[in-house]
């Protein structure tokens, strides 16, 4: 979008609504947009902006603070073990972002074990087996097991018995009902808080940000479940709709602690409020 401010041209109802449109399209909804182009009238007309310069740069601001008053620094793996599980539909990117902060944590000097929780497909248990081959750490879990809540729970007892530092969970992303999914997530939890007292220490939900507004509805349906207390989103790079992230600040307040950015076990970034506003308004086609 940053063409549209080049040079000290003056501001006028035309740029303004220029704005406006654009910040919808790239998906930042229409609640924080309205937010957004309130507060740029406001410096307005209190004189505080008076070239479209200044307009961009109190608009990176505005949206950087939007995003930075929700964050929270991560939690230390203190407990051992840290019982972070991990949730989200389908595709959205758990069982691959599972293998990457496992990496994350090894490459910090932590012992990580993960947990095969995602059961109703034989494969995801495969996949998770081979995250956990690529970063050498155990496996709980093996194809044929149909009992998800038995494996955290059996996860949690050995990761506790081996003196794991953290341990991660995957969970299924799709049962026969949307409602059925919701009740195995919350007894997932149950297991794992009665396995280790004050766990799960994390439940992270994932979201594939290049879903867009479908992104918002998961999100609040998760932590109306089970109080997600902090967001994943994947597949920021390539052409995801990534203003999402405004929206889901704003009505759920859940921090993001981190993002994927590609398919490699490296490709997990911890949030930067800063740059992704940058990246953002820089993209072309807003
Ligand atoms: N480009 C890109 N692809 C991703 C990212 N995260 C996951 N994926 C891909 O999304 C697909 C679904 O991921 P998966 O981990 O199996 O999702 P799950 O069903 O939620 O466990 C796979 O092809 C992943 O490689 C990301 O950050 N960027
Ligand atoms: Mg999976």
Redesign the pocket.
């Given at each position: 979008m940053g063409d549209l401010f080049l040079g000290k041209k003056a501001i006028d109802d035309e740029l303004l609504e220029e704005v406006e449109t654009r910040l919808i399209m790239a998906d930042v909804g229409q609640a924080t947009t309205r937010a957004l182009i309130d507060a740029l009238h406001q410096q307005i007309s209190r004189k505080q902006i008076n070239d479209a310069e200044a307009l961009f740069e109190t608009l990176s601001q505005l949206m950087i603070e939007r995003l930075e008053r929700v964050q929270k620094p991560r939690p230390a793996p203190t407990e051992q073990p840290h019982i972070i599980v991990v949730c989200?539909?389908?595709?959205?990117?758990?069982?691959?972002?599972i293998g990457k902060l496992a990496h994350h944590y090894k490459q910090s000097g932590h012992k990580v074990m993960l947990a095969a929780g995602?059961t109703f497909r034989a494969a995801?248990v495969e996949?998770l087996i081979t995250w956990g081959e690529r970063n050498q750490i155990p496996v709980i879990g093996e194809p044929g097991r149909q009992d998800s809540a038995s494996v955290l729970f059996d996860a949690a007892q050995s990761a506790r018995a081996r003196n794991m530092d953290v341990l991660i969970a995957?969970t299924a992303?799709r049962l026969h009902t949307q409602g059925g999914l919701m009740d195995e997530l919350k007894k997932l939890i149950r297991v794992v808080s009665k396995s280790i007292p004050g766990a799960p220490h994390e439940i992270l939900l994932?979201l594939d940000a290049s879903i867009g507004q479908n992104a918002l509805n998961q999100a609040r349906q998760f932590h109306e479940a089970v109080g997600v207390t902090g967001l994943i989103v994947?597949?920021?790079?390539?052409t995801a709709k990534g203003g999402i992230l405004f929206a889901i600040a704003d009505e759920l307040k859940l921090p993001i602690d981190f993002i994927?950015?590609?398919?490699q076990i490296a490709?997990l970034r911890p949030f930067d409020p800063k740059g992704y506003v940058d990246a953002l308004l820089d993209r072309e086609d807003i």
């Open positions: 989200g539909i389908n595709g959205a990117g758990k069982t691959t972002t995602d995801a996949q995957d992303g994932v994947t597949k920021l790079d390539g994927g950015v590609g398919e490709d």
